[in-house]
């Protein structure tokens, strides 16, 4: 064993692997920009108030944050997500409204590592600001919901509810503390103690010993003003019209305090429970003004790049990329001319790779089988003499040949095309 390996919850991501997170990443933007989102690039850390105006009641907030005083004395943190800082940016930097950005990268938790939980994990994400229209939040939704399905999961679920707005919450929330703390005995000790911080969150229990009670507690439903009940009409109206399908479910809450009206999640369907979002998002309007800036609306989503891989596992899509090189050049004759050829080759456009440390023939294609590549261009010592080049199909049929040095291009150009490519994805 080395002495040395990653933290507990945070990975190393080795090729291929990590062709297939930048071709994640790649698709998501493809699929928000031609929506007319622009890639924010928020810094990982921020001062640890800005997280905090999260929300005191949430988890992340209270127990996860990977928190320091740095060496100036500021009490910072890194990120456990993107929406308060995106939101902390606008603030400072007041761009036109409705500002439309997506983002992609890393997020920091502190929480008990297991399948589809970790430390470090990436995120993706659309935030908008300053809009209050639902079809802007069937927009949003229906972004994510493409994104998946470009993906090819079939077994997404979207989960729908409308938390009301803040004062239809409000009352919402002392209707079931009241509810709750009338039941209390018949609550677990775990919801008793979540009770006292946020009695929406007891919702989220999914303990067979509070099941009884929940069936009972009051729905957010009855709660709803006439402008929360019609903006919630218009988003589920919305989405049937783009025929995007959806579950209501009352008891979706979502595990941070900034949400308003419309709240979402995306379920994977093959994972376990506790793990199953594969990502979600709402309306969180209050929160820019509680950063110092005015008042402004907002929605967006976050998807996590790490549950969603393993979904697409589980559905057996999006593998890793195959990522070859087209050539690979073999030099038994010191190395200096591989390295003038493959410096030819990569300037014209065709990926190339070589061996080095001047090894024999055989183990130099040996490399080349390794490589994937679909030609081997080799120079022996008669070649080079000659001034010539074999050019030898590594799959298929097609005999190798001897061409001319100075027409190495075009013919190389000329053997790809009929070369026999590898299966990729
Ligand atoms: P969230 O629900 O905390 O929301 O995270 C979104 C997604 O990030 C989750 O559904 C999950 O896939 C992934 N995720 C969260 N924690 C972990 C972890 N420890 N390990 C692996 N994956 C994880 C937010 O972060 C909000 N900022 C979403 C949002 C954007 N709301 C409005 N705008």
Redesign the pocket.
């Known amino acids: 064993m080395p002495e040395f390996q990653h933290s507990p919850?945070m990975r190393d991501i080795l090729p291929p692997d990590s062709g297939r997170w930048r071709q994640f990443q790649a698709v998501f933007a493809q699929v928000v920009e031609s929506a007319g989102y622009g890639e924010v690039m928020p810094p990982l850390m921020e001062d640890l108030a800005v997280f905090q105006r999260v929300g005191e009641a949430t988890d992340?907030v209270t127990k996860e944050m990977y928190d320091f005083i740095d060496r100036g004395g500021r009490h910072v943190s890194l990120r456990?997500?993107?929406?308060?800082s995106?939101c902390r940016i606008f603030a400072q930097h007041r761009p036109a409204t409705p500002w439309k950005v997506f983002y992609a990268g890393p997020?920091f938790?502190y929480?008990k590592p297991q399948r589809?939980?970790?430390?470090q994990?990436?995120?993706v994400?659309?935030?908008v600001l300053g809009a209050d229209d639902p079809y802007l939040d069937v927009e949003v939704i229906a972004l994510g919901w493409e994104f998946y399905q470009r993906l090819g999961l079939r077994q997404v679920k979207l989960l729908l509810n409308s938390l009301g707005e803040p004062d239809d919450r409000a009352r919402y929330e002392a209707s079931l503390a009241q509810y709750f703390n009338d039941n209390l005995d018949r609550l677990s000790p775990e919801s008793q103690i979540t009770l006292t911080k946020n009695p929406l969150r007891v919702l989220d229990s999914k303990r067979a010993a509070d099941a009884a009670v929940l069936a009972n507690a009051p729905r957010i439903a009855s709660f709803y003003s006439p402008e929360a009940a019609a903006h919630f009409e218009a988003v589920q109206q919305g989405l049937t019209d783009l025929g995007i399908p959806f579950t209501i479910d009352t008891a979706l809450v979502?595990?941070?305090d900034?949400?308003r009206r419309t709240t979402f999640?995306?379920q994977g369907g093959t994972l376990d429970s506790a793990?199953n979002?594969?990502?979600?998002?709402?309306r969180?309007d209050g929160l820019v003004e509680s950063l110092g800036g005015p008042a402004t609306h907002?929605?967006?989503?976050?998807?996590?790049?790490?549950?969603?891989l393993l979904a697409c596992d589980d559905e057996g899509v999006f593998g890793a990329p195959n990522k070859t090189v087209d050539v690979f050049v073999v030099d038994t004759t010191g190395g200096q001319e591989a390295l003038r050829i493959t410096a030819q080759l990569r300037a014209a456009g065709i990926s190339a790779d070589r061996a080095f440390e001047n090894r024999s023939m055989k183990s130099q294609m040996k490399g080349a089988d390794r490589s994937g590549a679909p030609l081997a261009i080799i120079v022996g010592s008669n070649e080079l003499d000659a001034g010539q080049v074999v050019i030898r199909p590594l799959r298929g049929e097609d005999a190798q040949r001897s061409v001319a040095r100075d027409t190495l291009i075009s013919e190389v150009i000329q053997a790809l095309q009929t070369a026999p490519k590898e299966a990729t994805q």
């Open positions: 919850g992340v456990p997500e993107c929406t308060a995106v997020n938790r929480e589809g939980r970790f430390r994990f990436d995120q994400g659309i935030e979502r595990g941070l900034y949400y999640e995306f793990q979002a594969l990502g979600g998002g709402g969180y907002g929605i967006g989503f976050a998807l996590g790049l790490d549950r969603t």
